[in-house]
């Protein structure tokens, strides 16, 4: 990526999402991934990939940075932020942050960066492309009219929803 191109960029911000990453492989809570999320040049909410502390796989570092800005803010939505993170976004961080509509995404080590050291996620981005009865993790879609009946009801009552990019979000 040319920073150039993108005038938003801030290089402090990256700088502490590295320290981050740092802070999580030497103190062994997690993979060397940091990340930190910042709203109007102010850093919202950070975190680092803590899947060993937490024993929890998916408390990777944008998980856990997301978490905390949306707490810190109480809203759902990170449309006006900017993501900086160690590490392209594997697929359930990508997920998460169309969940949370994130502005912009800055990362500094690519996919492909990541693999050449034997940090390798190109697998599950293969199996998403899969149709559901393809993939090497068994996907059984069981229709059950009583789920489908709560959903249903929910949709009545009108309720808030964080659709990622639903017709009538942002």
Not at 98 to 107: E, L, Q, T
Not at 115 to 140: C, P, Q, W, Y
Request: proline residues 4%; contains cysteine.
């Amino acid at each position: 990526m040319n920073n150039s191109i993108d005038q938003d960029y801030n290089p402090k911000f990256m700088l502490k999402a590295i320290e981050l990453s740092e802070i999580a492989y030497k103190s062994g809570k997690g993979l060397p991934i940091g990340c930190v999320i910042v709203r109007d040049g102010e850093i919202i909410g950070e975190g680092h990939n803590e899947i060993f502390e937490r024993v929890n796989p998916t408390s990777h570092g944008e998980m856990v940075a997301i978490e905390r800005a949306c707490k810190n803010i109480n809203s759902l939505q990170l449309s006006d932020c900017q993501m900086y993170t160690t590490l392209e976004p594997c697929p359930m961080c990508l997920g998460a942050v169309y969940w949370a509509k994130i502005g912009k995404v800055y990362y500094a080590n690519s996919n492909t960066d990541a693999s050449k050291v034997g940090f390798d996620d190109t697998f599950i981005f293969d199996e998403l492309r899969k149709n559901a009865n393809e993939r090497k993790i068994s996907f059984l879609y069981i229709p059950d009219r009583s789920a489908l009946t709560v959903l249903e009801e929910w949709k009545s009552k009108d309720l808030i929803s964080a659709q990622p990019w639903s017709n009538n979000a942002d």
